[in-house]
């Protein structure tokens, strides 16, 4: 009697994601186990040969419908790729590719959302709602986005690419770099394009040196905002030029319409002002929190965002 290969089956029976090798191993061994047995105890029977085909379809049943019950389930797979073969992938407009480099860095052409590796859980409303949509992440080095690879595997996300070597290898290889582009795929949430604006324009007064700014204007263009960028030196003017005391200070300063923005306020926030339009001067974060928006790090506790009224008085505005 010759034996049975499981994994000579149709693909019907085990499509890719369906069944793995170690579980046909086993169900091989225990197909051979049970054949075996079968023979032994009905061999000096003549129904054998009339009910050989019944007996094998009973016996195979159950690792054919275990693949008809998995048809469709994608196992997640984490591609590591050269520049070259990361261009093509991202040459796709079905690809969504995120920057996970912190401080922000210059964008690879093609990039649709900067979000920094260790804040994509605390993101995930940034990213697409069909988790078999094609990833693929970069950093400078490669360290960063491998982390991030793990951390959308974790999510859900089926189909990961990273880029080996990072921005480093894109730029020695010649490739090019870009702004942060519109995804034209579904994101979660109430992320928005960036062309949808959902405010007024939105002026940033930043220093030259400091990188989680950046990441922060990156944050409100991926919320559908116009940013302008004013660059200083020195910000104190700015700050006390609307009434910004040195306790709620931060680092960056955002207007936006009559109101000042001060720090990394979640757009929860913003939204909840310029929807109330109290009568105020601003609201402020004070401090660089980590885990808010355009901050590395985790999370501590809530963000305690506070109003600065017209007498230059702090209350709590909004706990995040």
């Not at 054949?35 to 029977?45: C, D, F, I």
């Not at 993101?123 to 400078?140: E, H, I």
């Not at 030196?233 to 200070?249: A, C, F, H, N, V």
Request: with cysteine; hydrophobic share 35%.
């Amino acid at each position: 009697m010759s034996e049975i290969d499981i994994r000579n089956l149709p693909s019907s029976a085990r499509s890719k994601g369906s069944i793995s090798e170690h579980e046909l191993r086993n169900l091989q061994s225990r197909f051979l186990v049970c054949w075996k047995a079968l023979v032994s105890n009905t061999q000096e029977s003549s129904i054998l040969d009339m009910r050989k085909p019944f007996f094998l379809f009973l016996l195979l049943l159950p690792v054919v419908l275990a693949g008809c019950g998995s048809q469709g389930k994608v196992e997640p797979t984490i591609t590591t790729l050269a520049p070259a073969e990361f261009a093509k992938i991202i040459s796709n407009d079905d690809v969504f590719v995120i920057d996970t480099h912190i401080p922000e860095q210059e964008h690879i052409k093609g990039t649709n959302a900067f979000i920094a590796y260790d804040t994509l859980l605390q993101n995930k409303d940034k990213l697409p709602s069909d988790k078999n949509t094609p990833v693929a992440v970069y950093c400078r080095s490669g360290s960063m986005s491998a982390e991030a690879t793990k951390t959308l595997q974790q999510m859900g996300y089926t189909r990961i690419y990273d880029l080996a070597g990072g921005t480093n290898a894109w730029r020695e290889n010649g490739f090019e770099f870009g702004q942060i582009e519109k995804y034209d795929g579904k994101i979660t949430g109430n992320a928005v394009a960036n062309s949808e604006l959902k405010g007024p324009e939105v002026t940033v007064y930043k220093s030259a040196s400091c990188g989680c700014c950046n990441a922060y204007l990156g944050y409100l263009e991926n919320q559908g905002y116009a940013v302008k960028t004013v660059v200083m030196e020195d910000l104190t003017p700015i700050k006390r030029q609307y009434g910004i005391s040195p306790s709620m200070e931060s680092c960056h300063t955002t207007i936006m319409g009559d109101y000042f923005i001060e720090g990394h306020i979640p757009i929860e926030a913003v939204r909840k002002l310029l929807d109330e339009k109290p009568d105020i001067k601003g609201i402020a974060l004070p401090g660089m929190p980590y885990a808010s928006p355009g901050m590395p790090g985790s999370k501590k506790g809530p963000f305690r965002i506070y109003a600065i009224g017209k007498d230059g008085q702090a209350s709590l505005f909004m706990s995040i």
